[in-house]
C-alpha cells in the first residue's frame, strides 16, 4: 500500500504506467484502456515510460529433443527397412577405408636391394642371382653377399655409392615408391616423410572435418570429402616425384578423416541404444577384412600406380549417397531445424510405409509448432565452459593416444627391433599376424563390453596393457640383469631355470598380449567418446579423440626417422600413461543402453556411478542427478531473517 501512494504521489495522483507499459484502468482493472484521441494531457510529459522487456525464448519441447525416447520409437527404430538401408550403405565404405588406411604397408614397403653396375660385372658387386634367405642385411635394408662373396671396399660410404639399383620387392608388387624413385641410403629418410604424410593429413582432417560436420551437417562433410578424395587419390597414381607423392598423400588422407568421422557419427546416430556397439564393431570387422584382402589386391594389381588407382577408384559408388543418403536426422532435431526434420520424418514415413496416425506421442504436432524456431548450433570450443564434458572427453583422448602409442613399442618388440627377439622376417607373416591379433581383439570386445559395460571393458583393457609393458620392461629386464651375476645365489636360480630364448619367448606373449589389449582400448576409446559427446559437438569430439589415435600412430614412423633412438624412454612414457589412465577411468560415466546426450546440458548430465551397484539400504556416497536437492533458495533466509530473535539462531537453539 505503501508503495501504491508513492507511486500516485510522484504522478500527480494519476497512477503510474505498469512494467508492461500498459496503464490499468479504473475500478483496478488491468487491462490497457484506449489512450483517448486528442493531444496528451499536460502532465503526460512527465511520466516516465519503462521500456517494454523483451521475453526470453520459450525452451523447445522435451519431446523433440528425446530423439531415443520419442522420435526414433515413432519411426520404427532399426524394425523399419529404409533405416536398415542405410546403415548398410554405411559399413559398405568401411571395405574402402581399409584398402586406403593400410596401403602404406605396400606402397612405402622397405624392400631388398644390392647394386648393379652397368657392365653387371664389377668387382665389389654382384648380380641378384643368389638367394636372399642365404644373403645379411644391413642397418640401411641393403643386402650383401654372405662372408665368401667379396663385398664392396670402403665400408657403409660406399654401400650407397651406386649408379643402379636392383630391388626385390616383399609385398607382391613389381615396383613400389620406394624403387620407383631409389629411396634407399641417403634418401631413404624421404620414406618416412611419406608415411607422415598421410597420417598427419588424417589428424588434420579429423579436426577441421568434426567442426565443419556439427555446422554444415555430417552428409555434406562426407560428399564433399568423398569428391576430393577421388581428385587427390587417383593424382597420387600420377606423381612424377615423392615430394608430390607426400604433398598429394596428405591431402588424400584429410579427406579420408572426413569420410571416416561421418560415417561413423551418422552409424551412431542411426542405431537405437541397444544396437550402437555391435553396428559400430561390425564396420570394424568389414575395415579389417580390407586388412586381409590388401595382399591379394596388392599381388593382381603388381604396380603401386595400379594398386592405388584400385584403391580410390571404388568411392566413385559413394557419389550416389547424394541421391540415396539423407542428412542425420538427430542432428537436424538436435540443431532445432525443424522444418528440415519433418520433412525427413515423412520421408521416412513414406519409405517405411508407415502412417502418421501410429505417432502416439504426437510427435509430428509438436514439429509444427516449433517449425518456426531459429536454429542453433553448437561449436566443440563450447566444451571448455562445462564441468564434467570436457573432463570425459579429455579423458578418452589420452586413452586413444596412449592404446595406440603403445601399441607400436609392442609391435617393435615382438616383429624384431631386436634381432634376438624376431619372430619371423617373412613380409605375410608378420602382416598377418598383425591383423590376426587385431581381429582377435574386436572378437574379444564384443562379450567383455557386452558383459561390463564401456567402462568396465576399457579399464579392464587398459590394465591388461598395463600389466604387459610393465612385465616386459620391469621383470625380464630384471631377470636379464641378476642372469648376469652368475656368483649370486639368485641369478644361479636364474640361469638354471630361464635361458635366453625362454626370456625372449616371455617377451614375445607379453608383446601380443599388450598388443591385444592396447587396440581394445583405442577403438573402444573412440566408441566412448561418439557416445557421452552430444549430438551437437559429436562431430568435433569425434575429431578430438581421432586426432588423438592418429598422434599415437604417428610415434611409429619418428621411431623409425631416427633409427629407433630412444625407443626405451618412449615405451616407458607410455606405460606410465597406461596407470594414469586406469584411474581416469574411474571418472567417466556409463553409457551402455544409456539415450544419447542431444545437447551439453545432457551431456552434462552423464555423471559417473560406481562400478559395483550399492548394497541394499546402504546410501551411495554419490548421488544421481534426479537425487540432487535444490539450494537455491538458500539465499532468501535472509529476507525473513528480521522475524527470528537475536538470541535464536538458525536451527532453532536457544544462544547463551
Known amino acids: 500500500m505503501a508503495i501504491e501512494r508513492r507511486r500516485e504521489a510522484g504522478s500527480g495522483g494519476r497512477p503510474l504506467p505498469e512494467e508492461n507499459g500498459s496503464v490499468p484502468g479504473a475500478g483496478g482493472s488491468n487491462t490497457a484502456a484506449a489512450p483517448p484521441p486528442g493531444p496528451p494531457p499536460a502532465n503526460a510529459a512527465g511520466a516516465e515510460i519503462q521500456p517494454v522487456p523483451v521475453p526470453p ?31 548398410l550403405l554405411t559399413w559398405m565404405p568401411a571395405l574402402f577405408i581399409g584398402f586406403s588406411k593400410f596401403s602404406d604397408s605396400f606402397l612405402l614397403d622397405q624392400p631388398d636391394f644390392w647394386c648393379l653396375e652397368a657392365d653387371g660385372q664389377g668387382s665389389g658387386n654382384w648380380s641378384g642371382s643368389l638367394s636372399l634367405g ?35 620387392i616383399r609385398a607382391g608388387l613389381v615396383q613400389n615408391v620406394v624403387s620407383k624413385w631409389d629411396l634407399v641410403c641417403d634418401s631413404a629418410w624421404k620414406v618416412h616423410i611419406a608415411k607422415f604424410s598421410l597420417l598427419v593429413g588424417l589428424i588434420f582432417g579429423h579436426l577441421i572435418t568434426g567442426c565443419i560436420a556439427d555446422w554444415v551437417g555430417r552428409r555434406p562433410v562426407l560428399l564433399f570429402s568423398v569428391i576430393f578424395i577421388l581428385i587427390f587419390g587417383l593424382t597420387v597414381a600420377l606423381s612424377v616425384n615423392v615430394t608430390m607423392f607426400s604433398t598429394l598423400r596428405f591431402f588424400e588422407g584429410f579427406c579420408l578423416a572426413g569420410i571416416v568421422l561421418s560415417l561413423y557419427a551418422l552409424r551412431i546416430e542411426l542405431c537405437p541404444p541397444s544396437h550402437r556397439f555391435m553396428i559400430t564393431m561390425v564396420a570394424s570387422f568389414i575395415e579389417m577384412a580390407g586388412q586381409f584382402l590388401m595382399p591379394g589386391l596388392a599381388a593382381l594389381c603388381r604396380d603401386w600406380q595400379v594398386l592405388q588407382a584400385v584403391i580410390i577408384c571404388p568411392f566413385l559408388l559413394m557419389l550416389f549417397y547424394w541421391v540415396v543418403f539423407p542428412e542425420s536426422l538427430r542432428w537436424l532435431m538436435a540443431t532445432q531445424q525443424f522444418e528440415a526434420s519433418k520433412e525427413l520424418i515423412l520421408q521416412f514415413t513414406h519409405k517405411n510405409r508407415m502412417s502418421t496416425e501410429s505417432d502416439i506421442k504426437g510427435v509430428v504436432p509438436e514439429l509444427e509448432k516449433e517449425i518456426a524456431r531459429r536454429p542453433k548450433k553448437v561449436c566443440i570450443v563450447k566444451v571448455v565452459g562445462t564441468r564434467n564434458l570436457w573432463k570425459n572427453i579429455v ?22 627391433h631386436e634381432a634376438k627377439m624376431a619372430i619371423t622376417h617373412n613380409f605375410y607373416a608378420d602382416y598377418y599376424t598383425m591383423a590376426g591379433i587385431a581381429l582377435a581383439s574386436c572378437l574379444a570386445m564384443c562379450p567383455v563390453v557386452g558383459f561390463l559395460g564401456r567402462r568396465g571393458g576399457l579399464l579392464l583393457f587398459m590394465i591388461l596393457t598395463a600389466l604387459a609393458s610393465l612385465l616386459q620392461l620391469g621383470l625380464l629386464n630384471l631377470i636379464g640383469k641378476y642372469s648376469q651375476l652368475p656368483d649370486s645365489e639368485l641369478g644361479t636360480l636364474v640361469l638354471a631355470g630361464m635361458s635366453d630364448s625362454v626370456k625372449d619367448k616371455f617377451s614375445t606373449a607379453f608383446s601380443i598380449v599388450g598388443m591385444f589389449s592396447s587396440h581394445a582400448v583405442g577403438s573402444l576409446s573412440v566408441f566412448f567418446c561418439a557416445e557421452i559427446t552430444p549430438t551437437v559437438i559429436r562431430g568435433g569430439g569425434l575429431g578430438l579423440v581421432l586426432a588423438s589415435a592418429g598422434f ?26 597406461t596407470l594414469i589412465c586406469i584411474i581416469c577411468i574411474l571418472l567417466l560415466p556409463e553409457s551402455k543402453n544409456q539415450n ?16 559395483l551397484p550399492h548394497k541394499k539400504g546402504e546410501q551411495p556416497l554419490l548421488l544421481t542427478n534426479s537425487e540432487l536437492k535444490d539450494y537455491s533458495g538458500l539465499h532468501d533466509s535472509v529476507a525473513v531473517s528480521d522475524g527470528i530473535s537475536e538470541n535464536t539462531t538458525a536451527n532453532g537453539m536457544k544462544s547463551m
Request: proline letters at 9%.
Open 57 to 87: 525464448p520459450a525452451a523447445c519441447s522435451p519431446l523433440l529433443l528425446d530423439y531415443d525416447g520419442s522420435v526414433l520409437p515413432f519411426l520404427g527404430g532399426l524394425g523399419g527397412g529404409y533405416q536398415r538401408t542405410l546403415v
Open 134 to 168: 642365404h644373403a645379411n642385411r644391413s642397418d640401411n635394408g641393403s643386402v650383401f653377399p654372405p662372408p665368401g662373396l667379396p663385398t664392396p671396399a670402403g665400408g657403409n660410404a660406399s654401400e650407397c655409392d651406386c649408379h643402379e639399383w636392383h630391388y626385390r
Open 395 to 416: 579423458v578418452l583422448c589420452v586413452n586413444s593416444l596412449t592404446g595406440y602409442g603403445i601399441h607400436h613399442c609392442f609391435a617393435k618388440s615382438m616383429m624384431g
Open 552 to 577: 599415437g600412430r604417428l610415434t611409429a614412423p619418428i621411431m623409425e626417422l631416427h633409427n629407433q633412438k630412444g625407443y626405451f624412454l618412449h615405451h616407458v612414457i607410455f606405460a606410465c600413461c
Open 596 to 611: 544419447l546426450p542431444e545437447n551439453i546440458p545432457d551431456g552434462e548430465h552423464y555423471t559417473r556411478q560406481p562400478l
